[in-house]
């Protein structure tokens, strides 16, 4: 269990760093982030910046899962962007309502994704509509033409979102 401040900034910005790429955790996580941990277990939960929720570290694999917020830091923290698919603009409002990515709409994609990776989707305008799961490789994402790409998991226009 961890308490000391220091250590556990430095620990999951290594955990986002080995997720997401290098530099994804000091872009993703400032100084200033809340961490809280889960009163059952003493691990590391949630982390908020303010009174936004940034990630949640699952216990099932002990990697993050992004909401919006945490993808928007993501997309304009590291440069270049990873793990990101691009839809076109016809089928945006139905991704970003919460819609699964399908493989034929996808436009470009980062080539390095693989299945089950954290993902960001975005538009031809490189504006953020969803974050969500890879099903495929980022390869295959441009390759087929059929079948999901992207299990979306929270859209910009969903509820909550």
């Given at each position: 269990?961890?308490?000391?401040?220091h250590e556990t900034l430095t620990?999951?910005?290594?955990?986002?760093?080995?997720?997401?790429?290098?530099g994804a955790g000091e872009a993703l996580f400032p100084n200033r982030v809340k961490v809280v941990f889960s009163k059952r277990t003493g691990r590391i939960r949630h982390i908020y910046l303010g009174a936004k929720l940034l990630a949640t570290l699952r216990p099932k694999d002990g990697m993050f899962s992004l909401t919006l917020a945490g993808a928007k830091r993501l997309l304009n923290g590291i440069d270049p962007p990873r793990l990101w698919v691009k839809v076109p603009k016809d089928v945006g409002?139905?991704?970003a309502e919460g819609?699964?990515?399908f493989a034929k709409h996808v436009v470009a994609a980062d080539v390095e994704i693989r299945p089950e990776e954290e993902v960001t989707v975005i538009n031809e305008d490189g504006r953020l509509l969803a974050v969500g799961r890879a099903i495929l490789t980022g390869r295959e994402m441009?390759?087929?033409k059929r079948g999901v790409a992207v299990k979306v998991r929270r859209g910009v226009g969903s509820a909550g979102g």
């Open positions: 269990m961890i308490k000391d401040r620990r999951i910005r290594a955990v986002a760093d080995y997720q997401l790429g290098r409002c139905f991704i819609k699964s990515v441009l390759a087929f």
